[in-house]
């Protein structure tokens, strides 16, 4: 709530309560699902003194995560990055994640679709048809993000992440 309260004293004529959208991105804070009880606990203290937040959950896919909590003002988006298992292993070095399979089968009651997050490193990373294959349109968004090239990013050759030609409609 601390974090909440500072940006909130920071624009004074914000009230949470009365906008249009207010939403809580849990993410670049460690992975959720690995703390997922207190997670939960702070959506609860976060619904109570504003009730129309919308709280986006950020995860890899935890292998054994339970997601049937997953609804109406609380959306799941998963980090995906990449279309190949050996590749994802390698850019989300982390054991006990779900396979792409699976977080293909994760459905969830949020209001919203479940966001797959992709930062291509490549274009072979991205291939519509298997990406149709494995999430099914009617339950997942996609969102592409670009890689702001920097001293880390260029000594692995990551490039930027462009993927031309691209029409996602």
């Given at each position: ?93 982390f054991k006990r994640k779900m ?71």
């Open positions: 709530m601390a974090q909440i309260d500072l940006v909130l004293a920071k624009y004074p004529d914000l009230d949470p309560n009365e906008s249009y959208e207010f939403k809580i991105n849990y993410t670049r804070m460690g992975e959720p699902f690995l703390n997922i009880e207190e997670v939960k606990k702070a959506i609860m203290i976060v619904d109570i003194k504003y009730p129309k937040t919308h709280h986006y959950l950020s995860t890899i896919g935890i292998s054994g995560s339970n997601f049937e909590w997953i609804k109406d003002r609380v959306t799941l988006q998963l980090s995906l990055h990449s279309l190949d298992e050996e590749k994802r292993d390698w850019l989300i070095p396979s792409i399979a699976d977080l293909g089968r994760v459905r969830t009651e949020s209001n919203l679709k479940t966001t797959l997050n992709m930062t291509l490193i490549d274009e072979s990373d991205f291939c519509i048809e298997k990406l149709k294959e494995a999430f099914n349109p009617e339950d997942f968004f996609i969102k592409l993000s670009p890689i702001n090239p920097n001293e880390v990013s260029d000594s692995y050759e990551m490039g930027t992440g462009v993927v031309e030609g691209i029409n996602l409609v």
